[in-house]
């Protein structure tokens, strides 16, 4: 099985809290993904890292930010949090080789009330 | 960018019956085809893969085909099974440009008792 974590699993908070998502893999990988997904529709890929203090904005704009400090941790943050953040947040992990299975979290469901 | 398209967005099959779900790709440098699963609450998992030097591959009931003509690949479960039911979804990757590593938008496999 994966060794990618994702802590909380769930997480219900107030409007404009300052809110972590944490994601830990142990597999040495370097490239690292953190999607959106609405339950059972597209995965959105919003932030991705080559390495340690690599970090890209993907396909669909956030108002997330990610670090890259360690090849182990990438954490997503949103400064402040609004109802239009509810979702599922999917982190994923890859080799640096190309063309390779990607593993993947169980998830975090946010939900800003 | 990769565009990718995959259909239909929606399958329902008799338990017993074949499923084929198509992924239609525009990079012609494409060399990985992957899908991956997701069931309910879970983050998408890899249930088989090709490379480009390879037309078909199989394991067990899953079979993967690929058509670099013209650009797609597609998933084949034969003798379908409840535990079949889930969220597929195929992602080619190219390795240039973002690097983002990128998904079909799912099909949705729905197996009827």
């Known amino acids: 099985e994966a060794d990618i974590y994702q802590t909380p699993r769930y997480l219900v908070i107030g409007t404009g809290k300052k809110i972590t998502l944490e994601c830990s893999q142990t597999?040495?990988?370097?490239?690292m993904y953190w999607y959106q997904q609405d339950p059972g529709m597209e995965l959105h890929l919003i932030h991705y890292s080559y390495g340690v203090n690599s970090t890209e904005k993907g396909d669909l704009s956030s108002e997330s930010t990610v670090s890259r400090i360690r090849t182990e941790h990438f954490p997503l943050t949103l400064e402040s949090a609004r109802p239009s953040h509810t979702s599922q947040y999917l982190c994923?992990?890859?080799?640096?080789?190309?063309?390779?299975?990607?593993?993947f979290g169980q998830g975090t469901r946010l939900t800003v009330v | 960018g990769e565009n990718v398209e995959q259909h239909p967005s929606t399958l329902s099959v008799q338990e017993g019956d074949s499923a084929v779900i198509k992924c239609t790709y525009s990079?012609?440098?494409?060399?990985?085809f992957p899908w991956y699963k997701q069931e309910l609450g879970k983050g998408p998992q890899l249930i088989i893969d090709i490379r480009s030097n390879v037309g078909e591959k199989k394991d067990q009931r899953i079979a993967v085909t690929l058509n670099k003509t013209a650009k797609h690949f597609s998933l084949h479960i034969t003798e379908t099974q409840p535990e079949d039911s889930a969220v597929y979804f195929c992602a080619p990757f190219s390795g240039g440009g973002a690097d983002g590593l990128t998904f079909g938008k799912g099909t949705h496999l729905i197996i009827q008792p």
């Open positions: 990079d012609s440098a494409s060399n990985y």
């Open positions: 597999m040495g990988h370097d490239k």
């Open positions: 994923a992990s890859s080799p640096s080789r190309e063309g390779t299975k990607a593993f």
